[in-house]
């Protein structure tokens, strides 16, 4: 017994702030299925049993787990058991939920009603806490637009200096030192653009599982694609003109992301098209089975409707094995061979525990339904809310590519004409005079379009994976804008009296 115990307490880990995080993700979720199958009749203990193999809630699971062993291998009273385990958890909310229904059942109150009210007050909190993230993942934005703004006035500074030998020399006399310099200033947007992809990884995340393996294919092909096509310039006889160091670099970084992008876009269609339908569906369900039809036949006639886009495939298919007697857990594990949504898959298995549970009663399918229909309206609206920063995206990276580029082909065009006096100034040239450092600056650019593309498609749809599309059209965008400044007659050098 003694052995035993050690091993139950070994299972423990002290609790964190993470995984606190961890838990209050899966926690609307979990509470759903305790309400529902409460009220086809299920006690919590029972639920917790279920709710064990959950690979779908693999933290709730790991809490079911540890108090199921608790109680059985123990002999720890379940009451007992979970107002312990509201003492040791660092989630507020779960802990709030442990000891409410602890509380409940000693004073003798409805078990339902309780579980009930807290189910619905957490999907109230969770869209609170929904547009609480919005405004952070808004500043977070806003945050990053003021520091482009701000790089880009310490590059027209610097490149203004290192354009200007008279006054580069008075303030860095050392040409190595100004190399440098001009150096540092290539990598200080990548590592800002790389610092804020990190704290977006912590703050969000997205609804479609299995999108990791996307994101680690596309960077892996922008390791081998980029570093051969930026050495080529270097190791050519031939001066490649037009196509120097920025545009093979962008060519590399944009068919490393077509892969991914088209990956990716595959699997957003089906998931998108099943996130809009599933609570339809569950509401077709849930009215069907008022007017006492069987759960199955309800199935049938909700996967039936019409307007689900590409999903209705996968419903069609479902309907045809439900007609073959196929067992409902076998079809729903089919359409997780199709569909990778976490918030679809995690309602129709809720829905499936219902139906196991006490053969769908209707109020429990109403209130599956209704928290559906609440999930989704959380991360509907917040997709919606940060969209328009897609757009901003756009417009900083366009024109901090364009002004950036065209600053640096102005003063050094004005450099050019400066009489030079004496021919130690920086060694006879400007930092920014050398073909090759300029070439170096507009590939800082193609590349810190694409880590704006990754760090957009982060924000706006929680991975990262989503942003190679981005990563595409921001990287063509700075492409087009190198174009114009090479080739359209833009020149600021007309604001000193003087034409290139």
Same mark, same amino acid.
């Given at each position: ?59 709730? &699971? ?113 040409? &190595? ?127 039936? @409707? ?60 109403? *209130? ?31 024109? *901090? ?22 021919? @130690?100034?920086?060694?006879? &040239? ?71």
């Amino acid at each position: 017994m003694i052995s035993l115990k050690k091993r139950v307490e070994s299972d423990k880990k002290p609790a964190s702030k993470q995984d606190a995080a961890k838990i209050d993700r899966e926690l609307p979720y979990f509470m759903a299925l305790i309400t529902l199958m409460a009220a086809s009749g299920i006690t919590p203990f029972m639920s917790l049993k279920k709710i064990m193999h959950f690979d779908l809630l693999p933290n709730m &699971s790991k809490e079911a787990k540890s108090m199921i062993k608790q109680v059985e291998i123990l002999g720890m009273d379940p009451l007992s058991v979970m107002n312990k385990k509201a003492g040791e958890t660092s989630s507020k909310l779960y802990q709030d939920f442990l000891a409410g229904y602890v509380s409940t059942v000693q004073t003798g109150g409805s078990v339902v009603h309780f579980l009930k009210s807290k189910m619905y007050s957490i999907f109230d909190l969770q869209g609170a806490l929904a547009k609480q993230l919005v405004a952070k993942l808004a500043a977070l934005v806003d945050a990053y637009m003021i520091i482009q703004v701000v790089v880009l006035t310490m590059y027209i500074m610097f490149v203004a200096l290192s354009s200007t030998p008279a006054l580069a020399v008075s303030i860095i006399p050392d040409s &190595s030192s100004m190399a440098r310099l001009s150096k540092m200033f290539l990598f200080i947007p990548p590592l800002i653009s790389g610092i804020l992809m990190f704290v977006s990884q912590k703050m969000t995340s997205s609804t479609y599982m299995g999108t990791e393996k996307i994101l680690k294919k596309g960077l892996l092909l922008a390791v081998v694609a980029v570093p051969p096509m930026t050495i080529i310039p270097s190791v050519l006889p031939v001066d490649l003109g037009f196509f120097g160091l920025p545009y093979l670099m962008g060519l590399a970084l944009i068919a490393s992301a077509i892969i991914p992008f088209l990956e990716y876009q595959k699997i957003e269609k089906i998931n998108s098209s099943a996130e809009r339908a599933t609570p339809s569906i569950l509401r077709d369900i849930a009215e069907a089975r008022k007017t006492g039809l069987s759960p199955e036949r309800c199935i049938v006639h909700a996967f039936k @409707r019409r307007g689900y886009d590409i999903f209705s495939g996968v419903l069609d298919r479902a309907v045809n094995q439900l007609g073959w007697g196929v067992p409902l857990r076998t079809i729903i594990s089919n359409v997780r061979k199709e569909v990778s949504s976490w918030f679809v898959l995690i309602n129709f298995r809720t829905l499936i525990e219902v139906i196991d549970s006490g053969g769908g009663y209707a109020e429990a399918l109403d *209130t599956l339904a209704e928290s559906s229909e609440k999930m989704y309206n959380v991360e509907k609206e917040k997709r919606e809310m940060l969209k328009p920063y897609v757009m901003i995206a756009f417009i900083i990276t366009g024109i *901090t590519g364009f002004t950036i580029l065209m600053v640096i082909d102005s003063f050094t065009g004005l450099a050019e004409d400066v009489n030079l006096t004496e021919g @130690r100034i920086l060694g006879g &040239s400007t930092a920014l005079q050398d073909e090759s450092m300029r070439d170096l600056f507009a590939a800082s650019t193609v590349f810190q379009a694409y880590l704006v593309g990754l760090f957009i498609g982060k924000i706006t749809s929680g991975t990262f994976a989503a942003g190679f599309k981005y990563s595409v059209l921001l990287t063509i965008t700075v492409l087009i804008a190198i174009i114009v400044v090479e080739v359209a007659p833009f020149d600021l050098n007309i604001l000193f009296g003087k034409n290139k």
